[in-house]
């Protein structure tokens, strides 16, 4: 199971990532955490159900019903906010006005192709904007845990699952540490987790670079 600190771990370190004046896509799970430690970043999140200027978490006595992010979860609106139909969402998207996407995953390979809209023998929900935000934000971060529930890791040498997309993203941000795609490595930038460099190695099966 995740644990709630993990899930934090992982959203407080993309908050760290981000920089003033982007415009950023929180997608569904642990990336909606991120709102919680933007702390006085002018950061302009957009969520793909109509919203510019997503704030913080609302207290449980602040809560609007008709206000909700991506995951259904209940948000606050910044001052400058803006509404729109979803259709004007995706253009934002399509039209590489997103500058980070945020997103979580199933399954990322060595060359930083992620699988994270469907599973064997599961519902199918449907990808949701998933492919949209893959190909038209301008940078992509993952934000995912590093091992699946059986103890696997999710860093993969070829995708076992349908992928969400060719583009490649950028970085990935799990509880353990952060790993970034340049060329055909995957670079170690950062290691913060009770795994040492060599104990990472021997869990995932894939070439690491420090």
Known sequence: ??????????????????QDGDVVNLGVGIPTLVSKYIGDKKIYLQT??????????????????????????????????????????????????????????LEVDQYGEIANWSIPNQPILGVGGAMDL???????????????????????????????????????VTEYASFSFIGEKVYVTAIYGALSFAELQERIPVQLTK
């Open 48 to 105: 793909e159900n109509g919203l510019l200027g997503m704030g913080p978490p609302p207290s449980d006595l602040d809560i609007d019903i008709d206000l909700i992010d991506a995951s259904k979860n209940p948000i606050t609106t910044t001052v400058e906010a803006s509404f729109f139909d979803s259709a004007f969402s995706f253009a934002m998207i399509r039209g590489k006005h997103v500058d980070v996407a945020v997103l979580g995953t």
């Open 134 to 172: 893959v190909a038209g934000a301008k940078k992509v971060i993952v934000a995912s845990t590093l091992f699946n529930k059986s103890g696997a890791s999710k860093l993969v040498p070829k995708l076992t699952l349908d992928s969400s997309g060719e583009r490649r993203v950028e970085q990935f």
């Open 1 to 18: 199971m995740l644990t709630a600190t993990s899930r934090e771990i992982i959203a407080q370190r993309i908050a760290n990532e981000l």
